[in-house]
């Protein structure tokens, strides 16, 4: 038995960027996930799809350490993160944008990126401002090209159209270089144009870059994705390709022949 044991270890240790191992939240009586198995292989790029009350946000606050799981254990490029609260994860490389915004709304776009940058490097606590030459004003400038922001690089947050707040979350999320980025329903909200440039900075994100998207913009989601999930009533119900998903009957029962709200 400890033979098998360290080789499941030794097999898991660094082949996959997530673990969920029989994963489950409860609130109360209600069961909100459901004993999830998933693996997601570094630099992968996941959709999760589902409707309303699928579990969707859940798992991704089991991930995160926001809600952790009530049982089961949650593995980080092999380390067993299960017990550690969510800024020790994200000192491992995991990133997450939210539903709701979470920016500065009074500082400029760049002003946003550069303290985004800024904390998570060693100098945060540093209250000198920054030079030109300065690393992370350089770092900084990247990322604001990366989500296609130049034209708007020092317009406040507050007068920005919604899309261009989402492509600053990215931003956000891609300051410190993180490893494996979680973005929830990043499409929502935008207009066509807007979507088809999420699409592209989505796709242009560098390869050693992994994530999962929760998108109820089907066309967004498989466009972006390798492998998908699909969630019911806080279990998975199918995984495959784009393809295979967008084809199986199941799911064209199930969810292309409804909404996909919330």
């Known amino acids: ?74 593995r980080l490029f092999g380390e067993d993160v299960t017990d550690l609260p969510a800024h020790e994860r994200i000192r491992r490389g995991l990133r997450r944008t939210y539903q709701i915004s979470l920016l500065f709304h009074g500082l400029s776009v760049i002003d946003n990126i550069y303290l985004a940058c800024r904390g998570v490097g060693r100098g945060r606590f540093s209250l000198w401002r920054p030079k030109r030459d300065d690393a992370t004003m350089q770092m900084a400038e990247t990322l604001l090209a990366a989500v296609h922001l130049e034209a708007v690089r020092e317009t406040q947050v507050a ?48 390869d050693h870059i992994g994530y999962i998207i929760i998108e109820h913009d089907m066309d967004v989601a498989l466009r972006v994705s390798e492998s998908v999930t699909m969630m019911h009533n806080g279990r998975i119900f199918k995984e495959g390709t784009p393809t295979e998903i967008e084809s199986d009957p199941e799911v064209q029962e199930l969810y292309l022949g409804q909404g996909h709200g919330g």
Request: charged residues 20%.
């Open 1 to 74: 038995m400890a033979k098998t044991d360290a080789l499941s270890r030794l097999q898991s240790t660094g082949r996959f960027a997530l673990e969920l191992e029989a994963v489950s939240r409860h609130f109360g009586a209600l069961v909100a996930l459901a004993d999830i198995n998933m693996t997601v292989r570094a630099g992968e790029r996941r959709a999760v799809l589902g409707s309303n009350g699928a579990g969707k946000t859940t798992l991704f606050n089991a991930i995160t350490g926001d809600f952790p799981p009530t049982t089961g254990r949650v």
């Open 159 to 206: 007068t920005l159209s919604y899309g261009q707040q989402r492509q600053l979350e990215i931003a956000l999320a891609l300051a410190g270089a993180p490893r494996l980025i979680l973005f929830d329903e990043p499409a929502a909200g935008l207009s066509p144009t807007e979507r088809t440039e999420l699409i592209e900075i989505l796709q242009s994100l560098p």
